[in-house]
Each structure stands twice: as C-alpha cells, then as structure tokens.
C-alpha cells in the first residue's frame, strides 16, 4: 500500500521485484531482463516504452502469466506467481488479467464471436451474462458485421480489434495490451484508446506498450525500458515537459539519454 495525495492508501497490483529473464539458446545464456523493479498501483494508467527488442514483450508475459522469471519475484494481486501451481496460474490469468498480444492470437477456425467467448470456457463470473457482452464488445469495436468471420477473413485493424474484445470479456481488474494500436490506423487507435481511457476511469488497472508517443503522453505514468533495464519511470507530464524542452520524440529523448547514462 502506498498513501495517495488523498490521503487514501492504494492497493499494489502488479509488484516486480529485481526480476531477471534469461532465454536459452542450446546452452547459451541469453539475458533479455536484467533487474526490473517498479510497483503498479491499483487504477493505474501506465505506458511502457522502449526500442524493439529491449525486452518489453518478455516483460508483459511474465505479468501475464504466461511465463515465469529466471529469478526475482513477479506479485500480481498479491499473489507471488511462482508459489502458484499451473491451474492456480491459469485461475488468476482467466479471472483477473486480460491480454492483449502483440501478434493477436487469435484461434483461426473460429469466429470473431467465438474467439471473444473463448476465455470464458476457462472461467466464469457469475454475474456476467456472457453471450450478451461478446456481442457488445464486438459493437464497441465496431465488428457488429463481422462476428461470423473468420480471421483470415478480417483485415489486421479487425483482427486487432477481435483481440481486444476478447481481453476485455471477463471485465479484467488487470488489462495487459502489448502494442494494441500498432495495427490500426489513427482514427481506430485513438478509439481504442477512448475505450481503455473509459476502463481505466471505471478502476480498471491498464498496462499498455506502445511505440505510439501520442498514445503513451494520454496515461498517467511512463515506464522507458532500454536493454532489459528500467531507464526512467515518470509521471506522463513530466516526460511530455521533458521531451518539449529538449524539442525531441519520445524515441529521440530515449536515445539521448541512453546515450548520456553510458
Ligand atoms: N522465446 C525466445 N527465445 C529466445 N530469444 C527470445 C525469445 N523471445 C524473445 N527473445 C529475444 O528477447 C529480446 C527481447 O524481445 P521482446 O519481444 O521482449 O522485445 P520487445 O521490446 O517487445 O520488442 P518489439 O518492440 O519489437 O516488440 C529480443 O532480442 C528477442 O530476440
Ligand atoms: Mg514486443
């Protein structure tokens, strides 16, 4: 728990501490993570961003879920994810986080509806009328035509879209994104962003990579990831300050500043 300026006390959702990710080629050590600590609070809207391959994607598995560190400790919920077994794993994966992958994932032989009511197979809320809200979402991410498709027959932006619904069907308190607009155009990614804007204001907690710099300024905090390495961790405005003074892009301000810590 932390105080808030309200006085308030919030709770700690996602807790990485020192966490070390190493992949292995033959017998190879390849370290992607190398020490990442930061804490996520509960209603938070935090961006993470960073160049290609600087680990980001191996970050949001880990919080996902879907994979566990080399070492250090990943807490969601206050849940230390490597005390739990694979169904407690897979209970906390289907009840609490919702995922958004960067290469969609959707299943190819269903549809649209049948993909966005997948996760509900696994586990169920109770007070969700399932059917009702797969239907819903696909309107909201205007796919009302297309829920008998499938992805083969959608385009990239719809496919995208088909996976953000599915993220959002068991009403998540986490929400994972990994690069959820990067297949969509602007007037489709600023509506995506309206949609998790909405959520978040609902208390949903938001974890979202982007390359998108419009996009990331819209959150609370940024998270910069540099070569498995937290590089800065800061509210949104200050970044925005910071890369208005120095005149530079979100990428550029990286870059500098990569550049001046060596
Ligand atoms: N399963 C794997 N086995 C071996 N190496 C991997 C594996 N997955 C990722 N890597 C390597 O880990 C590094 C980080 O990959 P990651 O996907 O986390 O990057 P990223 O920051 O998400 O990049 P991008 O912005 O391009 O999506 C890359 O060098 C990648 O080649
Ligand atoms: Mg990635």
Redo the contacts with the bound molecule.
């Keep these: 728990m932390e105080n808030n300026k309200a006085g308030g006390s919030r709770k700690v959702v996602v807790d990485v501490n020192n966490v070390f990710k190493s ?1 292995y ?1 033959g017998r190879e050590e ?1 370290p ?1 993570l190398k020490g990442v600590n930061f804490q996520v609070f509960e209603g938070d809207f935090v961006a993470i961003v ?10 949001m598995n880990l919080l996902g879920c879907l994979d566990r560190p080399t070492s250090g400790i990943i807490a969601v919920n206050g849940q230390d994810v490597n005390q739990l077994d694979d169904n407690g794993l897979a209970n906390l994966r289907g009840m609490e986080i919702g995922f958004i992958f ?1 290469q969609f994932n959707l299943v190819p032989r269903l549809s649209a509806y049948e993909n966005v009511m997948l996760p509900t197979y696994a586990s169920k809320k109770r007070h969700i009328d399932y059917p009702k809200k797969a239907k819903e979402l696909l309107k909201m991410v205007g796919l009302e035509e297309r829920m008998r498709h499938k992805p083969t027959e959608l385009s990239g932006g719809q496919s995208q879209r088909v996976a953000i619904a599915r993220s959002l069907i068991n009403e998540p308190a986490i929400l994972l994104a990994d ?1 959820p607009t990067g297949n969509l155009d602007s007037k489709t990614s600023s509506e995506v962003m309206g949609y998790f804007r909405e959520l978040n204001k609902n208390g949903a907690t938001i974890i979202m ?1 982007t ?1 998108n710099q419009e996009l990331a300024v819209q959150t609370d905090r940024i998270i910069a ?1 540099h070569d498995g390495q937290i590089k800065s961790d800061t509210q949104a405005t200050e970044f925005v300050r910071h890369i208005k003074e120095e005149q530079m892009t979100v990428m550029e301000h990286l870059a500098a500043h990569e550049t001046c810590s060596k």
Excluded: C, D
Aim: hydrophobic share 30%; proline share 5%; charged share 10%.
């Design positions: 992949y080629l390849v992607i960073g160049p290609s391959g600087s680990g980001k994607s191996t970050l960067q690069e990579i390359h990831i």
